[in-house]
Each structure stands twice: as C-alpha cells, then as structure tokens.
C-alpha cells in the first residue's frame, strides 16, 4: 500500500478504459455491462433456498428457478469480478479505508437511511427500466439505444432534483 494515495486517472482515460472494458465484454459474452440483474438472481436464489415452492410459483422470481440455477449467469462472475477489482484498485492506490462520508449536518444513521434509500429507490427503478445505470445507460447508450439515453437523461434529472431538495432540507 502506499504512504499517501494516488490521484485518479483523468476522466477521458478512464472513459477509453471503460469503454474498452465494454466492448470486450460484448466480444466475450454477448452481453454488455450490468449490475442489477445479479441482484435479482440471487434475491431469486436466496429465496428459493428459503421457499421453493412459493418461489417457482412467483410470476417474478419463478422463471429464474425453473431456468435453472439462478447465479450460474455471466452477471453474476461480472460482479465478482467489479468487487474484487475494485478493492484490488483502491488497495494498490493507497484508497481503501473504512469510513462513512456524510455531510457536516449528517449523522452516521442519517447517511445510512438516506444510502439505504436511495438504494432501494435506484434498485427498484433499474427493475422497472430493465435495466440499471451500466445495463440500460452504459450498454444501451453504446449500442445507440434509444431507452439507454432516455434511462440516462431521467437518471441524471432526478439525481439533481433530489440533490437539490435534500441540500435545502439541511439548509
């Protein structure tokens, strides 16, 4: 680890980079970045381990059981690999800390609530949009798809009026 951490990379190389990562995921699996479908697989699996038979016979978690098993998917080693990736880049930039950010007005629990919320709002939308903000956004924005910027667009717009009206609220 080092003494003091490194500074980010510039925005247009961690762009290429990313970009570059996409792609080579469409050549690899045939599919593009994502996240949230590995939270639904294994909320699927969980659940069927707790509740089989009322999982199979749920119109949502169902079909992912009667397909076999759920966190034998692509996503699934996708995600493994962004959290191991990502702690292995943090500890080698000399960023990887335990530590809640939050605002000078902010509790610890106040963050918590407002991260635990804005989660389940995040998770909940990126289910309705079929996609999360790397699937629909990042993957559908480079296959030019029309939701991709629509989802982006929407996401960006509720990200600034929420911030807007949650900075006024501690004002």
Avoid: K
């Avoid at 990313?18 to 050549?27: E, M, N, P, Q, R």
Wanted: hydrophobic share 50%.
């Amino acid at each position: 680890m080092t003494s003091s951490p490194r500074p980010f990379w510039p925005p247009l190389v961690a762009g290429a980079a990313l970009g570059i990562a996409l792609l080579i995921s469409f050549l690899i699996t045939g599919h593009g970045l994502g996240a949230s479908g590995f939270v639904t697989r294994l909320s699927a699996q969980i659940s069927g381990w707790l509740a089989p038979d009322l999982t199979t016979a749920n119109a949502y978690f169902g079909p992912f059981l009667t397909a076999g098993a759920p966190l034998a998917s692509w996503i699934t080693w996708e995600v493994i690999g962004v959290l191991i990736g990502g702690y292995v880049g943090a500890r080698t930039a000399g960023r990887s800390r335990l530590m809640v950010e939050r605002g000078p007005q902010a509790s610890v629990g106040q963050r918590f609530a407002f991260a635990f919320i804005g989660g389940a709002l995040v998770g909940i939308g990126g289910r309705l949009a079929r996609g999360c903000t790397s699937g629909l956004g990042l993957s559908g924005g480079a296959t030019l798809a029309v939701a991709g910027f629509v989802f982006l667009a929407g996401f960006f717009i509720a990200g600034f009026v929420v911030s807007a009206l949650v900075r006024r609220a501690w004002q």
